[in-house]
C-alpha cells in the first residue's frame, strides 16, 4: 500500500513537471490541443537551413522572385524568454496596446490595457466571426514603449539593399489571422506558436471577401480552388523565418496563441 501511494506520487510529479516543462517552452501561452487548430496543411514553399543559403544565393533566388522559409538563421533565445505571458504581463500589462480589426482595409482601431487584452479578448476564434468584428493586436507599437524588448531581437540578416527594417508586434489566438493584403517586401517569425502562411504572386488576386477571417477563407473557399488557384502554402514554428517579396498577396492563420513579430524592408 505504501509502495502504491509513493508510485502514485511520483507520477503525479512527472506529469506535473512535464506539464510545467512544456507550458515553460510555450512561454505560458499554450492552449489545451483541443482549442488550437491541428492542420498544418501542405508546405509548397522552400524551406532552408541558414547554414546553407548564402545572402547572394537569396538575393539571386528568392528575394524579387518568391518566398522563402529560413531556419535557423538568428537565435532568439533571449527575446523569447522575455516573450513568456509572465514577463510580457509583468512589464506591459499596465501599457495600453493599439488593437486593429482583422479585415484587408483594417478600419477600426481600440486600445486598451495589454492585460485586459490577454484575459479578455486573446482567445480562440469561431470560424464564423467577421474580420471586422475580431480585434487583433499586431503593429501599432508604441516604440517608445516597447523599445526595451524589441532592442533584444535578433531581425533577420538577410535585407535587401538600400532597406532598412521597421518592427510589428503582436499576439493573437488560434484561428485568427489576417485575410488577404499585400504590401512591401519582409519577414514574418513566430516567437511561440505555429502560423499557417498563404501567398500569392502579385499578378494573382486571390478571391476573398476584405471582412472575412482567413479562416473562414480557408473553410470555405479553399477546399474548392481549382489547381491553378493553389497559393503558396506552409506553416511556420518558432526558429523559422519566412521571407515575403514584394507586393505578395497573403493571409495568415494563427494555429496556437501565437507571440510573432514581423520585419518590413522599406
Ligand atoms: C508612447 O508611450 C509614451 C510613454 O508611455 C507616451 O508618452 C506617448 O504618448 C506614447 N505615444 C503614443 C503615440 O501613444
Ligand atoms: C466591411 O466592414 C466595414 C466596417 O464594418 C464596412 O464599412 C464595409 O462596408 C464592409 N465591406 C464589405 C465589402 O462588406
Same mark, same amino acid.
Given at each position: ?6 508510485? %502514485? ?7 506535473? @513537471?512535464?506539464? $510545467?516543462? %512544456?507550458?515553460?517552452?510555450?512561454? @505560458? ?12 496543411? *501542405?508546405?509548397?514553399? /522552400?524551406? =532552408? ?6 545572402? %547572394?544565393? &537569396? ?33 506591459? @500589462? ?24 490577454? /484575459?479578455?479578448? #486573446? ?11 475580431? =480585434?487583433?493586436?499586431? $503593429? ?12 533584444? +531581437? ?5 535585407? #535587401? ?22 504590401? $512591401? *517586401? ?6 511561440? $506558436?505555429?502560423?499557417?502562411? &498563404?501567398? +500569392? ?8 471577401? *476584405?471582412?472575412?477571417?482567413? #479562416? ?25 523565418? #519566412?521571407?515575403? *517579396? ?13 507571440? &510573432? ?6
Amino acid at each position: 500500500m505504501e509502495h502504491n501511494k509513493a508510485a %502514485q506520487f511520483i507520477v503525479i510529479c512527472l506529469i506535473a @513537471g512535464l506539464k $510545467g516543462q %512544456q507550458s515553460e517552452d510555450e512561454g @505560458g501561452w499554450s492552449l489545451p490541443s483541443d482549442l488550437r487548430l491541428q492542420d498544418e496543411g *501542405p508546405c509548397n514553399i /522552400d524551406v =532552408l537551413d541558414g547554414s546553407s543559403l548564402s545572402y %547572394q544565393e &537569396f538575393i539571386e533566388r528568392y528575394a524579387y522572385s518568391r518566398p522563402v522559409i529560413i531556419r535557423g538563421l538568428t537565435d532568439n533565445t533571449k527575446f523569447r524568454l522575455l516573450c513568456s505571458k509572465s514577463t510580457l504581463l509583468e512589464e506591459y @500589462g499596465s501599457r495600453k496596446v493599439r488593437l486593429s480589426t482583422a479585415n484587408t482595409y483594417s478600419y477600426r482601431k481600440v486600445d486598451i490595457p495589454f492585460q485586459e487584452y490577454v /484575459d479578455v479578448l #486573446l482567445r480562440p476564434q469561431s470560424v464564423d466571426t467577421l474580420g471586422s468584428d475580431t =480585434l487583433y493586436f499586431f $503593429g501599432d507599437n508604441n516604440y517608445t514603449e516597447w523599445q526595451s524588448l524589441f532592442r533584444q +531581437y535578433k531581425s533577420p540578416p538577410y535585407v #535587401l539593399p538600400h532597406t532598412s527594417g521597421a518592427y510589428s508586434f503582436g499576439i493573437a489566438g488560434p484561428g485568427t489571422g489576417v485575410p488577404f493584403h499585400w504590401h $512591401g *517586401p519582409g519577414y514574418s517569425e513566430v516567437i511561440y $506558436g505555429r502560423k499557417r502562411w &498563404f501567398l +500569392y504572386q502579385p499578378d494573382k488576386e486571390p478571391h476573398f471577401h *476584405p471582412n472575412h477571417t482567413t #479562416l473562414s477563407w480557408l473553410t470555405e473557399i479553399y477546399p474548392h480552388l481549382p489547381e491553378e488557384e493553389v497559393p503558396l502554402e506552409c506553416t511556420i514554428r518558432p526558429g523559422e523565418v #519566412l521571407y515575403f *517579396p514584394d507586393r505578395w498577396w497573403h493571409a495568415t492563420l494563427n494555429l496556437d496563441t501565437s507571440v &510573432f513579430i514581423s520585419t518590413f524592408l522599406g
